[in-house]
């Protein structure tokens, strides 16, 4: 299993950035997508996930951290195996290394997971930099 993040940067204060991560060697669409970062002396905390959506008939389940609801937007696209992570009104304090992560779906109902413990698979980290 391969996850390979990318699309990481340096950008201004109020900037986009748009991270990408694509998967191999798994069935991707039995795998919650997640994003942590870490920042510099920090530990590494969740940032959004989306769930899966095996039958396609409904919305797969979002879910964000306080700290960037409604300025990140997660997605997937199944059919190319690409999680991908849309930032919008960065700000300094969103400088860190991004990882994506991915976590096997075990059971019908299973919540998303929000620590890093319950990911399977890590991919190595994209770094974004937000200048001031």
């Known amino acids: 299993v391969q996850l390979q993040a990318s699309g990481g940067g340096l950008v201004q204060d109020g900037g986009s950035l748009r991270l990408s991560c694509a998967a191999s060697g798994l069935i991707f669409g039995s795998y919650v997508m997640g994003w942590f970062r870490q920042a510099p002396g920090k530990e590494r905390e969740f940032v959004a996930a989306?769930?899966?959506?095996?039958?396609?008939?409904?919305?797969?389940?979002?879910l964000y951290a306080d700290s960037v609801l409604g300025r990140f937007t997660v997605s997937r696209d199944n059919s190319k195996k690409m999680a991908y992570l849309e930032m919008n009104s960065l700000k300094p304090e969103d400088t860190a290394v991004y990882y994506c992560a991915a976590d096997a779906v075990r059971a019908i109902g299973q919540s998303i997971a929000t620590t890093q413990y319950e990911y399977d698979y890590w991919g190595q980290g994209t770094k974004v930099t937000v200048s001031s």
């Open positions: 989306i769930g899966t959506n095996p039958l396609g008939t409904s919305a797969p389940r979002l």
